[in-house]
């Protein structure tokens, strides 16, 4: 093997460990109250939100991921913080965006019981 070939393997083989580290890792999440989102510390993948009924009520309205960091489960860690936040603060969820209310409720049935009860989507 050349060296120019070594090196890219070696290179290949640290990406590859790199990415494998990312996804078993989990990726800080803080609240950015002001934008009124979730975000990872990099500002790239987030889940925005409104708050409805005089703040008793956290809207999910959407959630991004880069397609760079798509596969990582980086949406879910996201709606795990909104989720813990709206606990913790004795809060509802309405789950407008489709990611929470078709992909990550289903298989987090643990998180239902903070769903808002009344359709708040027609009122909206």
Same mark, same amino acid.
């Given at each position: /093997? ?10 290949? /083989? ?36 409104? /708050? ?5 009520? /956290? ?66």
């Amino acid at each position: /093997m050349t060296n120019t070939a070594a090196a890219t393997s070696e290179a290949k /083989m640290a990406a590859a460990t790199s990415e494998a580290k990312m996804a078993t890792e989990t990726p800080k999440i803080v609240w950015n109250e002001g934008k009124r989102r979730f975000e990872t510390e990099d500002h790239e993948a987030y889940i925005e939100y409104k /708050m409805r009924n005089n703040g008793k009520v /956290m809207d999910l309205v959407h959630t991004y991921v880069p397609s760079s960091k798509r596969g990582l489960g980086l949406a879910s860690h996201l709606c795990v913080a909104a989720f813990e936040h709206a606990s913790s603060h004795s809060i509802s969820v309405v789950p407008s965006c489709s990611y929470v209310s078709d992909t990550f409720l289903p298989r987090n049935q643990s998180w239902k019981p903070l769903v808002h009860s009344e359709d708040l989507k027609s009122s909206i």
